[in-house]
């Protein structure tokens, strides 16, 4: 059997607030293999960064997680010391995040906190680290690296600012890459710049990559296989061509009817939104978390949360629908062809 480089079993994470506990995330479990993309993508508050921060250990007060596994290498990180982790974290799994300005330290100098990293976790001297920094400026793309090493965060644009984070976070040639919805804050043209260059770097350095986004469209081009998350539970995995063509949770299926696709003016689409809002987490529904928000839901839905069906051994979907008992429902392919 396969080692895998991460692999995540039964996580449960929650926040226990003054009004009760947030069951934030509710037995999830995936892995990830060396050198390989994986997408996650579902609505704000579905669990998405949740499950990143928990992997990097990094959740805050009042967040714990209260089960499961995270085995990165064979290792559980939950049974890591805070000390244990800061040496893994920037060295072996590395995190970009979705706002590079609140990132960086306005009053130090890009190349100092990139120097910082370098210097903290590889025993190598500032001078040696500097070069470093310089390579990896170069890397990702930004020019007179020379240069700009010593100037400020404010002195670099939106998506140069990105880059060098994602210089910082290369810097030390980790094995994970955690992308938090790196490309939110950034216009489309940087965006599909960023998102070239990851693709590039995960190439050339053989990095695995997590990339976290609430738009399928910016993971179709970067990921070999994607996630759909909702109200903490993984509804859909599978390979990026099973869930873009053959979708099998009316979930995904509502992703997809809502990327904005370029049409003939005689042609032209309407967005369709998916009604409604996601389920409040304090008080989680016991069937389906995406049942109240369902064109096609059945009474069993709501009352009974449905286990994952295999339509092939590396895509599965969490839907009574696919159940052989269930009425014969070919609306969500046939919907998608309509689309196309």
């Known amino acids: 059997m396969k080692d895998h480089l991460l692999e ?59 089960g499961g596994e995270i085995n990165f290498n064979g290792e559980n990180l939950i049974d890591k010391s805070d000390k244990e982790m800061q040496s893994i974290r920037g060295n ?34 500032k001078a040696d680290a500097r070069k470093k920094a310089i390579e990896m400026l170069n890397l990702v793309g930004i020019p007179s690296p020379e240069k700009r090493i010593d100037q400020y965060p404010h002195e670099f644009s939106g998506g140069m600012r990105q880059r060098a984070m994602i210089a910082m976070a290369l810097s030390c040639e980790p094995q994970l890459l955690i ?77 997809l009817k809502s990327i904005p696709k370029l049409a003939d003016k005689e042609d032209k689409e309407r967005l369709i939104p998916i009604p409604g809002s996601p389920p409040d987490l304090l008080k989680p529904p016991k069937g389906c978390p995406f049942a109240a928000r369902c064109e096609y839901a059945m009474k069993v839905c709501i009352d009974k949360m449905p286990e994952y ?27 998608l062809k309509e689309d196309k």
């Not at 399928?216 to 539970?233: Q, T």
């Not at 069906?309 to 070919?330: G, I, N």
Request: glycine content about 8%; aromatic content about 6%.
């Open 92 to 125: 072996d799994i590395a995190m970009i995040f979705q706002d590079p300005m609140t990132s960086l330290n306005p009053v130090y100098t890009v190349g100092d906190q990139i120097i910082e990293a370098i210097v903290k976790h590889q025993k190598i001297s």
């Open 179 to 255: 992308a938090d919805e790196p490309t939110t804050a950034l216009d489309v043209t940087i965006q599909a710049q960023i998102l070239e260059l990851m693709k590039d770097l995960k190439n050339k350095l053989d990095t695995s990559i997590i990339l976290i986004t609430h738009d399928l469209g910016v993971v179709a081009d970067v990921c070999s296989r994607i996630i759909v998350m909702y109200g903490g539970i993984i509804l859909e995995e599978g390979r990026s061509e099973d869930i873009f063509y053959n979708p099998k949770h009316p979930y995904t299926l509502g992703l």
């Open 309 to 335: 069906t295999y339509v092939k051994e590396d895509h599965r979907s969490m839907c009574w629908l696919l159940h052989p008992d269930a009425p014969k429902v070919d609306s969500i392919n046939k919907n």
């Open 8 to 66: 995540l079993k039964e996580l449960r994470t929650s926040f226990f607030t003054h009004v009760g506990e947030v069951k934030a995330i509710r037995g999830v479990s995936f892995h990830l293999d060396k050198g390989e993309a994986l997408g996650i993508v579902g609505e704000s508050g579905s669990g998405k960064s949740v499950t990143s921060m928990s992997i990097m250990r990094l959740l805050q007060h009042p967040g714990k997680i209260v």
